[in-house]
């Protein structure tokens, strides 16, 4: 005999409605530690929200939207260089950019596990709150987070401009020698003048003869992401940049969030010549893999523009590092990656790798030591 049957019905039912939410608070429970989307997450709160007050809520609709906000927890690793730390990082900036850009809910991003927040990831992040600021109905309010408890991590969002964006009120933090020269500058124009007064407190630290061309790539790269970034789209033209003093070196990174260098190469280049390019680099199976297109730009030499004041976008920075003998440039675009090193001893160093999920864009990162010898370097 089934001693469960034998029980009134009102404490079957509680029975019944108990291990309905206790299953529904295992849901929950998963859902955040495998980091699934932000609206199975919801669905699975309004589903316990529900059930749990079954009377009360009988008459209320299932699929309504409420108005909290919806926490995000922030990498430990904000990272795009370590491909452990890439999936994770990328994977929380789309849910992020899904919330706040494409269905406007209200954002709060917890920053208490981060530990470690790299440039690039921080200017991918930095741009997508941007962007959902511009948009969002709920305006300066869309978007908020809570005090760093490393304080490294507060300095570098201080530094960079994140409390500024959101308008949040900044407090009195330790300074770190290696983010205090980090500079932050936007804009929606290839005018230079939007970004001199970072470049002079920049060149204030500089002292080569390598100054002008450093000026002159870094204006190429901002001026490439307005004119070729958004082609074919409605978006507003806008590109955002780090450039900063880390280690000996300068870091310039520059971040657009356009539709990325795969798609808007072939229109700017012509598809048989890209098609041409890419057989000859790789063979005739890479035309499906986004890092392919990259390594085809930093080949390509000249302006889609051919005005005599026009460099060579990316195959000019590469020319910098040649010059200087020693650096790095590194591309994101959509899922590909680019790299090219060279170092004193004249070893030059190409890799392409492609991950899973797109940074929905273009970033471009130029590192050159800042002490060089006055002459240029020679390669053997």
Same mark, same amino acid.
């Given at each position: 005999m089934n001693c469960c049957n034998d029980l009134p019905e009102k404490v079957q039912f509680k029975r019944y409605m108990r291990g309905l939410r206790q299953k529904i608070k295992r849901k929950i429970k998963n859902c955040k530690s495998l980091g699934h989307?932000?609206?199975?997450?919801?669905?699975?709160?309004?589903?316990?929200?529900?059930?749990?007050?079954?009377?009360y809520k009988k008459t209320a609709k299932f699929n309504y939207e409420s108005n909290k906000r919806i926490c995000f927890n922030v990498p430990v690793s904000l990272d795009y260089y370590k491909k452990s730390h890439f999936h994770k990082t990328n994977a929380f900036i789309e849910q992020v950019r899904s919330c706040g850009f494409e269905n406007e809910r209200r954002i709060h991003l917890n920053f208490s596990n981060t530990r470690y927040i790299s440039a690039a990831a921080m200017l991918s992040l930095l741009a997508e709150v941007d962007l959902i600021l511009g948009r969002s109905k709920h305006r300066y309010n869309a978007v908020n987070f809570n005090h760093p408890n490393d304080s490294k991590i507060e300095s570098i969002l201080n530094q960079v401009g994140f409390y500024d964006l959101v308008r949040k009120d900044k407090r009195k933090v330790k300074e770190f020698v290696d983010v205090s020269f980090w500079r932050f500058v936007s804009g929606n124009s290839t005018e230079p003048l939007l970004a001199s007064k970072m470049i002079r407190d920049i060149q204030n630290e500089v002292e080569s003869k390598t100054g002008k061309n450093l000026y002159r790539g870094f204006i190429e790269a901002m001026s490439n992401s307005v004119e070729h970034a958004y082609l074919g789209t409605d978006l507003e033209r806008k590109w955002?940049?780090?450039?900063?003093?880390?280690?000996?070196? $300068?870091?310039?990174?520059?971040?657009?969030?356009?539709?990325?260098?795969?798609?808007? $190469?072939?229109?700017t280049r012509g598809f048989d010549l890209v098609r041409s390019l890419i057989t000859s680099l790789f063979g005739p199976g890479a035309m499906d893999k986004d890092s392919s297109y990259i390594k085809a730009a930093a080949e390509i030499a000249n302006s889609r523009t051919n005005l005599p004041h026009r460099g060579k976008g990316l195959n000019d920075m590469k020319s910098v590092i040649r010059l200087i003998g020693s650096g790095m440039l590194s591309i994101f675009s959509n899922r590909g990656l680019y790299s090219f090193t060279a170092g004193h001893n004249d070893a030059e160093r190409e890799e392409t790798y492609d991950f899973k999920t797109s940074v929905a864009g273009t970033i471009v990162e130029w590192v050159i030591p800042i002490e060089v010898s006055d002459e240029p370097h020679k390669s053997c």
């Open positions: 989307n932000w609206r199975a997450l919801e669905s699975a709160k309004r589903e316990l929200e529900f059930y749990k007050y079954p009377r955002w940049a780090f450039a900063g003093i880390k280690d000996g070196h $300068l870091v310039v990174v520059i971040c657009d969030k356009g539709v990325g260098i795969p798609s808007t $190469l072939p229109r």
